[in-house]
């Protein structure tokens, strides 16, 4: 059965430093990868999607980057935080277009 | 663009209760659809999805949703609530005949569900 990672579940960072969240997926090949990011009362926001190695598609212009080194894994990054990146941050898969998203269990930022 | 909208922010049931939680979308075409459960400091779990065919459709955990195009809605319902269904509840819109792969979802802001013993 497939399975999703993310590491690490909780963070602290002070304003300007570095990010970097890592999500892994187990059990498939050539998933579709999301990065999602979830603020109180705001629902879920679209962040970063791609759907293979180095296929990285931006949803949102933003502080953040992130990119896809392996098939399965991929990485949500900022050289400088800024305090409106502090939320709630989820990564999710599905195989195909259209099929069902499943996701991690989610990385807690807060940035001060 | 799609949009989905979830006019109930938040929600206390009695338990044993009957619950029916709201969603509207937007969208030009019968869209794919969802229902995740989030629990606190969790990831989302899928409750149920809508790709075509029945309109009324069965998840997990006793919850069912009926897809009703001449409303735009996909509301949520169980007849009998848990306090174990304590929750946020989120509605999801995807689009269908993407190319290149690819689902990307639009979510509503949630429901939080409250249950009283």
């Known amino acids: 059965s497939q399975t999703i990672h993310q590491w690490p579940a909780t963070l602290v960072q002070p304003v300007g430093s570095p990010l970097s969240l890592e999500c892994t997926v187990e059990g498939t090949s050539n998933p579709n990868l999301y990065w999602y990011r979830q603020a109180a009362g705001r629902g879920l926001q679209l962040l970063f999607y791609?759907?293979?190695?180095?296929?990285i598609s931006s949803e949102v212009p933003q502080n953040l980057s992130a990119s896809r080194p392996q098939d399965r894994q991929f990485i949500l990054s900022s050289k400088k935080l800024l305090l409106s990146d502090s939320g709630f941050y989820l990564c999710?898969?599905?195989?195909?277009?259209?099929?069902?998203?499943?996701f991690g269990p989610g990385t807690r930022l807060l940035v001060l | 663009a799609q949009s989905v909208t979830q006019p109930d922010i938040h929600i206390t049931v009695s338990e044993g209760a009957s619950l029916e939680l709201r969603c509207n979308y937007s969208?030009?075409?019968?869209?794919?659809l969802f229902w995740y459960v989030q629990s606190p400091g969790q990831g989302l779990q899928l409750l149920l999805k809508?790709?075509?065919?029945?309109?009324l459709v069965q998840g997990i955990k006793g919850f069912e949703a009926e897809f009703k195009r001449s409303q735009s809605s996909f509301n949520l319902r169980k007849p009998s609530v848990h306090w174990s269904d304590a929750a946020e509840y989120f509605c999801a819109v995807g689009r269908r005949g993407l190319t290149g792969g690819g689902n990307k979802l639009t979510f509503g802001t949630g429901t939080q569900l409250k249950v009283e013993l």
């Open positions: 791609s759907v293979g190695i180095g296929q």
């Open positions: 999710a898969w599905n195989k195909g277009s259209g099929e069902t998203q499943y």
């Open positions: 809508y790709f075509s065919g029945d309109t």
């Open positions: 969208y030009g075409a019968t869209p794919y």
